[in-house]
């Protein structure tokens, strides 16, 4: 029997390439929801569903209609500046929708894979995080999707919380660009561009996002896994990997420390997440960032 998946944030940057992938396997009934309506029309072999989810007559008219099997949380307010100013906004999002969602699928029997974020961390280690390490954000972005992970837990039997970080890949028009577009935006207008280079991170190619779904969505076990690329860089680091593979100019790169950009929402240091529990439990093998840096360009 087929299962129905409902994916939650089909229409932002992970959400969608998640949408396109699980609708291509014959075994799914999927389903998008989005706040606005499909940005890709017919591009693929899913149902889709604008509905505001943290309105709670929205989300339990969505559950009805879908009966889901499996639902895949991608919402989220992920700008950490925004969220820094925007609590309440920040907390009925990534803390009050994630509980509900969780509640309704305890009560209607639906497995739940939660996106959460390696931003959970202080950055304070100097060693790749593990899923057993204590949670400690910096930020208020950080701590908002801690919580979320904790209602998960507290109200779900059937879960899974995948941690991810600095997703990558080709955008859609009306997305959302990540930081490896822009820098390639930038190196090919001959523009220069400030990068940080004393924050480490784990980037992840945004199929890999999809591989790790649908290796839970088969995997019974609860808890949380890291799903994320395997080698941790710098973000001055990932901007030149770019310039190398692409064949731009080096030169326009300008790295900064993190107290020469003077932003003003705080950032973990050191984020990079270890991926050996998916790897041993799931077989997880992600893309070499150089991999998917050629797949997100088309070369």
Sequence with gaps: MKKKILVIGANGFTGRRVLNDLSCNDEYIVTGCSLHDDIAPGSGNYHFISADVCQM??????????????????????????????????????????????????????RFIHLST????????????????????????????????????????????????????????????NVLQLVADRLRNNEEIKVVSDQWRTPTYVGD?????????????????????????????????????????YSLILPVTTKQMEETTPRPRFSGLSIEKARTELGYQPHTLEEGIKLMFNI
């Design 57 to 110: 007559g929205e989300q339990a008219a969505l559950f009805r209609e879908v009966r889901p099997n499996v639902v895949i949380n991608a919402s989220a307010l992920s700008v950490p500046d925004y969220c820094e100013t925007h609590h309440e906004e920040a907390e009925s999002i990534n803390i009050t929708a994630v509980g509900q969602f969780a509640f309704r699928c305890e009560v209607s029997g639906a």
């Design 118 to 177: 390696d931003f959970v961390f202080s950055g304070d280690s100097g060693q790749l995080y593990k899923e057993v390490d204590t949670p400690a954000p910096v930020n208020y972005y950080g701590v908002t999707k801690l919580k979320g992970e904790q209602r998960v837990a507290e109200l779900c039997s059937n879960y899974a919380i995948m941690r991810i970080a600095v997703v990558y890949g080709a955008t859609l028009p009306g997305q959302h660009g």
């Design 209 to 249: 996002v999809s591989q790790g779904i649908e290796k839970l969505i088969q995997h019974s076990n609860n808890g949380i896994y890291h799903i994320c690329g395997s080698e941790c860089l710098t973000i001055a680091d990932i901007a030149y990997r770019v310039a190398d593979t692409l064949n731009l100019d």
